[in-house]
């Protein structure tokens, strides 16, 4: 189940793109299949997913399994055959690599020279750059996705820097981690006739037996010494 959670979440991130959606509702890509394009899929992707959207966003179903898109990705990508843990980043660059190649509004592609950088301003590198990808990738996800990124080599021997602006069409972001968590804390007093109650306490991650003891007694005044009981699983 977890393979298949990972995949439908890569599906349903890029179904919320709202101007790719609205792209294929109104059936835009059918003018625009390239099955010409030896780096494509036969334009079956695209088809595909179109298939897909429209049946997502008619609102006709509760729930809409996409068995026939898994079908057309593992057809093509080996890596998705099966019950393999694939994470929703990598399905995501298939997609969108993908549906950009059945898209492509270029049918030859030439070839294109990359010159060195030298002393030119980033702008005018840049822009040479860009213009030497448009020539070759145009398509709706290179309107919506696409992008540079800037990288530098400068030579510790002679001083000679290289710049250079790559296109991206996803990044990988770190998420920062929470430094803290919620604990529930369960009160049971030894007179029975009082009501077991329920604590939340925020702490550190790095706090102590000691820290949760001072933050519950700052909580519970009345109470000078607890028993503390750790219960794994109270199923």
Known sequence: KQ??????????????????????????????VNQNNPDSLNGLLALRYGNLIKSLWSGSSRTIPPLKMR??????????????????????AFLLDGLHEDLNRVTTK???????????????????FWDNHAARNRSIIVDLFHGQLKSTLRCLTCGFTSTRF???????????????????????????????????????????????????????PDINHFLFVDIANSA
């Open 3 to 32: 393979w298949y959670q990972r995949r439908v979440r890569g599906i349903q991130c890029l179904s919320n793109t709202r101007a790719l959606t609205v792209y294929f509702l109104r059936e835009l890509h059918l003018c625009e």
């Open 166 to 220: 790559d296109p991206f069409s996803s990044l990988s972001l770190p998420l920062p981690e929470n430094e803290n968590v919620i604990i529930e804390v369960f009160v049971v007093r030894l007179n029975p006739q009082n009501r077991t109650t329920q604590y939340c306490l925020w702490l550190n991650n790095e706090y102590t037996m000691c820290h949760v003891q001072k933050r519950l007694r700052d909580k519970v």
């Open 110 to 128: 030439p070839y294109t020279q990359i010159n060195d950088s030298g002393d030119r301003p980033d702008a005018e590198v840049s822009t040479e």
């Open 71 to 92: 079908w057309t990705i593992a057809k093509f990508a080996d890596q998705f055959t099966g019950f393999g843990q694939h994470d929703a980043q990598e399905l995501l």
